[in-house]
């Protein structure tokens, strides 16, 4: 099994790829969570910010107007 962390070598092509990655999360969810923790790397990795959405991991359904008004912003 391949280690989970990126190299920077693979941090540097995702940046400088041709798609904008933004690591995302979702404003409520615990800091400890899995998921958090990898969007919170990865942006820090990315050299990025972490983009906060409304709610927590299902933030897209617990708060939809929020979450919209988020990634229109994005987008």
Do not use: Q, W
Not at 5 to 32: F, Q
Request: net charge positive.
């Amino acid at each position: 099994m391949r280690n989970a962390e990126l190299t920077a070598h693979e941090l540097t092509a995702l940046k400088n790829g041709p798609v904008r990655i933004v690591p995302g999360a979702g404003l409520t969810t615990p800091r400890t969570v899995f998921d958090y923790r990898c969007a919170e790397e990865l942006s820090a990795g990315l050299r990025t910010g972490l983009v906060h959405f409304p709610g927590g991991h299902n933030g897209n359904i617990t708060h939809p107007k929020g979450f919209a008004e988020v990634l229109r912003g994005l987008l």
